[in-house]
């Protein structure tokens, strides 16, 4: 069975410091991949995805980047974050059109 | 304007009660649709497709009207576990992108 695993699971860092969240998929291969943001009392909005290796699409200009170095590998970085970087990222792969699966999501405060 | 719009609510009804949200989408490519519930701080889990033809589960149902592009749930006999927020999703691009609403949240009181 395809599992999504995402991590850590909560962050706290400084302003200015570098960021790396990573994802990976089991059981699947050559998903569709995507980077959300879910900020305090809002919805989600769609930072990235990806169709393959090394091919991102970003939604929003932002302090962020991804990258995609494994098929199966989804990375989310910054390299100075910023306060209103904090929020709960999540990581999601599918698998054509039937279902988005979600990795457990990371906290990520900034102070 | 937002690719998918939904009232962000909250919906505070009684146990038993009736509740339907909709939801817009302003890409008429958009192909596939869901509805997407997330408890408090978890991740989204998926509830139900959403077909034009109209899909039913249980207390749920969901319908699709691509003509005037906006998708609908209908919630039966609320119970207090149907709290939650509820999420529309729009696929788009050959299923490529798969964008969220901000979702509606909904309180079921005793």
């Known amino acids: 069975s395809q599992t999504i695993h995402q991590w850590p699971a909560t962050l706290v860092q400084p302003v200015g410091s570098p960021l790396s969240l990573e994802c990976t998929v089991e059981g699947t291969s050559n998903p569709n991949l995507y980077w959300y943001r879910q900020a305090a009392g809002r919805g989600l909005q769609l930072l990235f995805y990806s169709v393959g290796i090394g091919q991102i699409s970003s939604e929003v200009p932002q302090n962020l980047s991804a990258s995609r170095p494994q098929d199966r590998q989804f990375i989310l970085s910054s390299k100075k974050l910023l306060l209103s970087d904090s929020g709960f990222y999540l990581c999601?792969?599918?698998?054509?059109?039937?279902?988005?699966?979600f990795g457990q999501g990371t906290r990520l405060t900034v102070v | 304007r937002k690719e998918v719009e939904q009232d962000p609510g909250p919906f505070n009804v009684p146990e038993g009660a009736t509740v339907a949200f909709n939801c817009t989408y302003s890409n008429s490519a958009s192909q596939s649709f869901f509805w997407y519930r997330q408890d408090c701080r978890k991740e989204p889990k998926l509830l139900m497709s959403v077909y034009s033809s109209g899909n039913e589960d249980g207390r749920f149902t969901a319908q699709l009207n691509r003509a005037s592009q906006y998708i609908s749930l209908l919630i039966r006999d609320s119970k207090l576990s149907d709290s939650a927020t509820y999420l529309c999703?729009?696929?788009?691009?050959?299923?490529?992108?798969?964008?969220f609403g901000t979702g509606t949240k909904l309180q079921v009181i005793p």
């Open positions: 999703v729009a696929l788009t691009g050959g299923y490529q992108k798969v964008t």
């Open positions: 999601a792969w599918m698998d054509g059109n039937t279902e988005a699966f």
